[in-house]
Structures are given as structure tokens and as C-alpha cells.
T-cell receptor, first 117, second 113 residues
Framework: NAGVMQNPRHLVRRRGQEARLRCSPM?????VYWYRQLPEEGLKFMVY????????ESGMPKERFSAEFPKEGPSILRIQQVVRGDSAAYFC???????????????FGPGTRLTVT | AQSVTQLGSHVSVSEGALVLLRCNYS??????LFWYVQYPNQGLQLLLK??????LVKGINGFEAEFKKSETSFHLTKPSAHMSDAAEYFC???????????FGRGTSLIVHP
């Protein structure tokens, strides 16, 4: 059973370019979360999605960032017009469908390390 | 509302010594609590979780944690540290209808030979 997959693992972009990060959840999981990790700052929640729906995007910057989780295919985190401050590790996690949702651990992908030059 | 505090951003122990990583939580309803470990350049993986079945929870790699409601704590311990335990450890809490766990800032465990 494949785990959470993220690609690319490393991504280098120049300032002003677009970055697209992909996440395929574990089989049978339809909840996807995106986090950003900066050194010494821990894990910051960005957005929570279910298939075709954004459930909570309270941690996402209002501009330049967007996320989707289409009916078919991976979840995508898109960063437009990247700036140096976007350099970080971005992690995707998934969890299964069931209730109560709070009791379920998350399964993390290996992350995408974005470097903006 | 829920929150978690990890005391100590770095903990240093000698190989073979006791490991103790501290986590205190705040939640208005009974919480679910998790410890994750992150090795360099990897994602987080679950060590153990508390879901109200038993207050002493055993996890992988010899780690365990005890839920203490009176102290609002969920400290992680291991009797004897191994060099391979060197990693970043994150405590997380989720509660009630929250779909989104709250993570602590992490504690870096350093193991000296």
C-alpha cells in the first residue's frame, strides 16, 4: 500500500515564477492537508481539502496561494509569483474518511523543498 | 480552542540515557493527542496516539507516553536512548469536531555517544 506521495521532492524557482506542488494521498484517503515548515518554526497548517472541496483555508496566505483537490488526480498547491520568503518545505498529509475525524492520525508525504532564487 | 506547548526546543542526552520530551496541551473538550517523529529530510511519521482507551500509550521504537489529565500533559519517554533516535519530535492535539490538529513547535532530540 503506497504511502502519501509528493512531487517534486525539490523545486527551484526564480522570483516571479509559479510553483506547483503535487500530492497523492494514501489509497482510500479523501482528506488532504497542506503544511509549511520553516526552520525553527514547526509545522504551520495551510489548507484542508476533501475531494473537490476546500474545507478550511484559514492558514493560507490570501494572495498568490491556491489549492485544489480534483475528483481525479492529485491535490495541487499552487504558488504564483514566488518570492524568497516562500522558500520552505511543504508537506502534504492525508487521513481516512470516518468519524470522529479528530481521532485519526495523519499520514505525511516526504515533502517538497521549494527554493526561490 | 486547542493548543500545545512543547517545552524545550532542544534536548540532549547520552546514548543509553532516559529520554523525556515534554508536551502540555490545552483543550476545552477531551483531546486526542499524538506524537510524531521527523528524521532529516523526511515527512512526519506517527510514533503513538492517545484516544482515551488507556492513559499509558506504547508506540514504536520503544517510546511511550502517558496522558495526565490533571497536569494537561502528554510527555514522551524512552528508557534508553539510541543514536538512531536523533530526530525532531512533534506533539499534536485535536479535539471535538476539529479536522485540523494543532502541532507544537517541535523538540530536536540530540543523542551523544
Amino acid at each position: 500500500n503506497a504511502g502519501v506521495m509528493q512531487n517534486p521532492r525539490h523545486l527551484v524557482r526564480r522570483r516571479g515564477q509559479e510553483a506547483r506542488l503535487r500530492c497523492s494521498p494514501m489509497k482510500g484517503h479523501s482528506h488532504v492537508y497542506w503544511y509549511r515548515q520553516l526552520p525553527e518554526e514547526g509545522l504551520k497548517f495551510m489548507v484542508y481539502l476533501q475531494k473537490e472541496n476546500i474545507i478550511d483555508e484559514s492558514g493560507m496566505p490570501k494572495e498568490r496561494f491556491s489549492a485544489e483537490f480534483p475528483k481525479e488526480g492529485p491535490s495541487i498547491l499552487r504558488i504564483q509569483q514566488v518570492v524568497r520568503g516562500d522558500s520552505a518545505a511543504y508537506f502534504c498529509a492525508s487521513s481516512p474518511v470516518d468519524k470522529p475525524p479528530a481521532s485519526y492520525e495523519q499520514y505525511f508525504g516526504p515533502g517538497t523543498r521549494l527554493t526561490v532564487t | 480552542a486547542q493548543s500545545v506547548t512543547q517545552l524545550g526546543s532542544h534536548v540532549s542526552v547520552s546514548e543509553g540515557a532516559l529520554v523525556l520530551l515534554r508536551c502540555n496541551y490545552s483543550s476545552s473538550v477531551p483531546p486526542y493527542l499524538f506524537w510524531y517523529v521527523q528524521y532529516p529530510n523526511q515527512g512526519l511519521q506517527l510514533l503513538l496516539k492517545y484516544t482515551s482507551a488507556a492513559t499509558l500509550v506504547k508506540g514504536i521504537n520503544g517510546f511511550e507516553a502517558e496522558f495526565k489529565k490533571s497536569e494537561t500533559s502528554f510527555h514522551l519517554t524512552k528508557p534508553s536512548a539510541h543514536m538512531s533516535d536523533a530526530a525532531e519530535y512533534f506533539c499534536a492535539v485535536s479535539a471535538g469536531g476539529s479536522y485540523i490538529p494543532t502541532f507544537g513547535r517541535g523538540t530536536s532530540l540530540i543523542v551523544h555517544p
